[in-house]
């Protein structure tokens, strides 16, 4: 069945100011499906997520970028809002991580990720893809989105 991920790793990259409902859905979809999922932020702890115009739930962080590696997951998402992919564009360590990722899973920077990740489930599994906020306002980011993504 092609939305069964049972024993695949997907790791939720975000930071304090995720939004929620972007974190929260598709976290319960992807259990839902079999998958194992975990928060992964840069610090321990909780991170507090935003809830359209107000801050939201805290959520208790799984790991840290200090806890895993890259090559031991088999899907990456970052939820989306303003200030979690914002703040993660500028961790050197999540970055790190992402581009690590890339080389063999397919990462999602978008806050699309819904449409791109179910429609890539029901054509057969997750398949490669590379979708990138407009936030690469750097020249540094806009060269390394273009690297990951050729």
């Known amino acids: 069945?092609?939305?069964?991920l049972t024993a695949k790793r997907v790791p939720i990259l975000a930071t304090p100011g995720v939004e929620q409902v972007e974190l929260t859905k598709p976290r319960?979809?992807?259990d839902a499906a079999g998958?194992?999922?975990i928060l992964v932020a840069p610090k321990?702890?909780?991170?507090?997520?935003w809830q359209h115009d107000r801050w939201g739930d805290e959520l208790d962080v799984d790991a840290t970028l200090d806890d895993v590696r890259a090559?031991?997951?088999?899907?990456?998402l970052i939820p989306g809002g303003v200030m979690s992919?914002?703040?993660l564009r500028m961790d050197r360590k999540a970055v790190d991580f992402v581009r690590a990722e890339h080389g063999h899973m397919p990462p999602t920077i978008t806050p699309h990720h819904l449409m791109i990740?179910?429609?890539?489930l029901f054509q057969g599994g997750l398949g490669p893809h590379l979708y990138c906020l407009p936030v690469a306002k750097r020249e540094r980011h806009r060269l390394a989105v273009r690297r990951a993504a050729t």
């Not at 321990?44 to 997520?49: H, N």
């Not at 090559?71 to 990456?76: H, K, M």
């Not at 990740?117 to 890539?120: I, K, L, T, V």
């Open 1 to 4: 069945m092609a939305n069964d």
């Open 28 to 30: 319960e979809a992807l």
């Open 35 to 37: 998958a194992k999922t």
């Open 44 to 49: 321990k702890g909780k991170i507090k997520a």
């Open 71 to 76: 090559e031991t997951f088999d899907a990456l």
């Open 85 to 87: 992919p914002d703040r």
């Open 117 to 120: 990740s179910r429609n890539a």
